[in-house]
Structures are given as C-alpha cells and as structure tokens.
C-alpha cells in the first residue's frame, strides 16, 4: 500500500493506491481509515475502485452500509474513483447518485476529480 498525502489550502487529502484489494470486509475498511489517519493526519481518503471488494457493490450485503457507517462514526470522508457503467443494479445507481450529493462520500470515475470532491467539501 502506498499513501500520498496532498494538502491544499489546510486541508489533508491521502490518496491510497495498491495492487491488492484494501477494503474486504468492515474491519479492513475501519484499519485502512486508521491507518491513513495515523500516519497522515488525514481523514479525507482517495482509493481506486480496483482497492474494494465487488461485494462491498452488492448492497444486499450490507458491506456499504456498515462501512459508511463507520467511516462517520470516525469523520472520515472517502472517494472511490472508477468506471461503474458496468453494474445495472437500480439500487447500488440509486446509491451512489444519493452519495455523490452528500459530502462524505463519492463514487466517481477518475482520481483528479475523486480529489476534487473531497476539497470542495471541506
């Protein structure tokens, strides 16, 4: 795993690449916030799709929703760029179309505008 802390005008974005899945259940989530957290300071996450596991984009799951949950309980606020034009699931569309108007967490398809998203919000 590699971290790439940016700053830009106070705030820390930490852009989390890696060649393995990070998040594959609740717990992996909570260590991966924690540890970006520990040594960047930084609660604002940038990670490739590529990173999370395809179960975390079944919602029947529930993976999504315990995770978010977590990354609110601790203020971490998290982007995941990517391509999702290829799930046809009503729901998850519905899902990520709800997230991307709030301010905690995005969906969106590449790491410029991942970052972008996390810097407005602040």
Known sequence: MNIEHLKDNGTDVAVVSSNE??????????????????????????????????????????????ILQKFMNYH?????????SGYTSKPLKDFIY???????FFFVSDKEEAIQKLLETQ
Not at 28 to 54: F, P, Q, R, W
Not at 76 to 84: E, L, P, Q, R, S
């Open 21 to 66: 899945r990070l998040i594959t259940d609740t717990q992996s989530a909570l260590d991966l916030a924690m540890t970006v957290k520990y040594e960047t300071g930084a609660s604002n996450i940038v990670i490739d799709k590529k990173a999370v596991c395809e179960d975390f984009f079944i919602l029947s799951t529930g993976m999504a929703g315990e």
């Open 98 to 104: 709800e997230s991307n108007k709030g301010h905690n």
């Open 76 to 84: 971490v606020k998290i982007a995941v760029f990517g391509d999702y």
